[in-house]
């Protein structure tokens, strides 16, 4: 049994180097910028009721391909954007009040890109992954509506956050993206809807503080145009 095993492990060492190379390698490198809105919003526990956060997104984006398995074609993708996220309070208690938190990030997104269909002329389709780490740059609070400002009802007595500044400025997360892209001869023109999970927390979360989960979530809708360099 243990030589049948051995005999196994070895015909997969010597033929998996060999299936590695069906793919033709490509090295098409491309450099752009991309830019949308977003809708955000942060997962609270105890809970905040919130509404729609708009907030803008733009900055550079690079890709480079590097192979072609079969109907796949294969890159990483780079991105340097600035994005607002934050969120939006639903408050229905009766006071009047209106809260909105806005972040401003610079972010920086780390794919493994994924296309399919036409390569060089014509409609090719493609799906970004991967983590994605992003930076507090600043932070702006808005309080409105009747005057005075009453927080005394609010649901779930969550009134921790107003005027506290955000803790943890480094935010860390997994990014997903479905896109569709024209590539023409001067130039490639992506539209993209795009999802982001954090995985951090905006406030510390040990036993001693107050919220056990406070993390960022944007579903965003981006256009990108991309010029081939290599």
Not at 112 to 128: C, D, K, P, V
Not at 131 to 140: G, M, T
Request: contains cysteine; positive net charge; hydrophobic residues 35%.
């Amino acid at each position: 049994m243990k030589r049948s095993l051995l005999v196994i492990s070895l015909f997969l060492l010597t033929t998996l180097p060999s299936k590695a190379q069906v793919g033709d390698s490509r090295n098409l490198f491309s450099i752009g910028f991309n830019g949308g809105l977003g809708t955000s919003s942060v997962s609270f526990i105890p809970t905040i009721k919130q509404d729609i956060s708009l907030g803008p997104t733009a900055g550079l984006t690079i890709r480079h391909i590097s192979e072609k398995y079969f109907f796949l074609i294969c890159g990483l993708q780079l991105e340097c954007n600035y994005a607002t996220r934050g969120w939006t309070e639903l408050i229905d208690d009766g006071s009047g009040n209106e809260y909105t938190r806005h972040l401003n990030y610079v972010e920086v997104p780390f794919y493994a890109h994924l296309g399919f269909g036409r390569e060089y002329r014509g409609f090719q389709g493609y799906l970004n992954l991967g983590p994605q780490v992003s930076y507090l740059i600043n932070e702006i609070q808005k309080k409105g509506g009747r005057e005075p400002w009453d927080s005394s009802n609010r649901p779930n007595r969550v009134i921790y956050h107003y005027n506290r500044p955000i803790e943890n400025k480094l935010d860390y997360g997994i990014s997903a993206g479905l896109g569709v892209e024209l590539r023409t001869g001067i130039g490639a023109f992506g539209l993209e809807g795009r999802y982001y999970f954090g995985l951090g927390n905006i406030y510390n979360i040990t036993k001693s503080d107050y919220f056990a989960r406070c993390a960022n979530s944007t579903i965003s809708v981006r256009a990108t145009y991309l010029i081939s360099i290599k």
